[in-house]
C-alpha cells in the first residue's frame, strides 16, 4: 500500500503579517499603558468602584432606604463610617449604591453618544458634499449650546427621570465625537487600501465598516474613555440641580444637594458624596489619559 501524503495548507502571508501587526500593536499598547503609574492608579480605582456596584448589597453595611429618625445627622462612628442624613439613613451605604447610578450613567450614554457620533462623522466624512454639509451643520448647532444647558433642556421636556438622563446625555455627546472621526474619515479614505478596495468594487457601505471604523477604532477608544468621567459630572450636575434622579435614588449628585444645607452643621452629608465623586471622576480621567498616551503613536499615523 502505498501511503498518500496530503499537501499542507497554504499560508496566506498576508493574513499572516496582519495578525502579527495586531498582536504587536496591542503589545506596545499594554506595555506603555502599564508603564504609566497614574493610568495604573485610575485603573485600579475604577474596578474597585466597578467591584463596589457589583457587590453592594453584600458589601453594604445597612439598607440605603431606611428611614431612622432617631439618628439623625449622627457624625462618622463605628457604626455608621461616614455618619448619617437628615433621615436617619447610613451614608456609606448611599454612597456605594450611589456608585452603581454613576458608572452606568457614565458607561451607557457615553457608549450611546459615541456609537451616534461615529457613525455620523465616518458617513460625513466619506461622502461629502450636501450629507458632509448637513451633518456638520447639525452638529455646529448642538456643539453652540453649552452640554449642560442643552440637557437641562432635554430633562425639562422630557421630565426628571434616571432614564430620560440616559437620553439627554446621549444627545448632547455626539456631536464632538462625529466632528473628529469626520477628520479621521477624510484622511482615510484617501489612504491606498482604500482605494484598493473601491477599484476591486468593494461597496461603499463595506469600505466603512470594515476599513474606515476599524482604523477610528484608537481615537474613539480614547474619546469614550475621556467621555465617561464628563457623563458623570453631567449627572450629578443634573441631580443636583434638581432636574435628574429624584429621591429617594441615592444618586451622588442628589446626595450633595440635600446635604448643603447642612454644611455647617453636619457637614459629612455634603462633603462625603462630593468625595466620591471627586474620586471617581480623577480615577477615569487618570485612565483615560494613560490610553490617550498609549495610542498616541498610533493615532499620529
Known amino acids: 500500500m502505498t501511503s498518500t501524503i496530503l499537501p499542507e495548507p497554504a499560508i496566506n502571508p498576508v ?4 495578525e502579527q501587526e495586531h498582536e504587536t500593536f496591542l503589545s506596545d499598547v499594554v506595555h506603555a499603558f502599564l508603564q504609566n503609574r497614574m493610568a495604573i492608579a485610575g485603573l485600579s480605582m475604577v474596578l474597585f468602584l466597578a467591584f463596589i456596584a457589583v457587590f453592594v448589597p453584600v458589601l453594604s453595611p445597612h439598607d440605603p432606604y431606611l428611614v431612622n429618625l432617631d439618628h439623625q ?3 462618622p462612628s463605628a457604626k455608621y463610617w461616614l455618619g448619617t442624613d437628615k433621615f436617619g439613613r447610613d451614608l456609606l451605604t448611599r454612597i456605594m449604591y450611589g456608585t452603581r447610578i454613576s458608572l452606568v450613567i457614565g458607561l451607557v450614554p457615553s457608549l450611546l ?28 448647532v448642538m456643539i453652540a449650546f453649552p452640554s449642560l444647558l442643552l440637557a437641562m433642556v432635554v430633562m425639562y421636556t422630557l421630565g426628571a427621570s434616571l ?35 473601491r477599484a476591486i468594487g468593494v461597496k461603499k457601505r463595506m469600505i466603512m465598516i470594515k476599513h474606515i471604523l476599524p482604523n477610528c477604532l484608537p481615537v474613539l477608544i480614547v474619546l469614550f474613555s475621556l467621555r465617561i468621567p464628563e457623563a ?8 443636583f440641580l434638581g432636574v435628574g434622579a429624584q429621591p429617594p435614588t441615592p444618586s451622588w449628585g442628589l446626595l450633595v444637594s440635600q446635604g448643603k444645607e447642612y454644611l455647617f452643621s453636619a457637614p459629612w452629608v455634603a462633603i462625603m458624596p462630593g ?25 499620529k499615523d
Open 15 to 18: 493574513e499572516t503579517l496582519e
Open 73 to 75: 445627622l449622627l457624625p
Open 113 to 140: 453618544s459615541m456609537a451616534i457620533g461615529a457613525v455620523m462623522g465616518i458617513v460625513s466624512g466619506y461622502y461629502g458634499g450636501k450629507t458632509d454639509f448637513i451633518i456638520m451643520r447639525f452638529a455646529d
Open 163 to 197: 432614564f430620560n438622563i440616559f437620553i439627554a446625555l446621549s444627545l448632547v455627546g455626539w456631536a464632538g465625537t462625529a466632528r473628529v472621526v469626520r477628520s479621521q474619515t477624510l484622511s482615510l479614505k484617501e489612504k491606498e487600501f482604500v482605494e484598493a478596495a
Open 232 to 239: 458623570i459630572m453631567y449627572e450629578s450636575s443634573l441631580s
Open 275 to 299: 468625595i466620591a465623586i471627586l474620586i471617581t471622576v480623577l480615577a477615569f480621567n487618570f485612565m483615560g489619559d494613560g490610553i490617550r498616551d498609549a495610542l498616541d503613536p498610533y493615532m
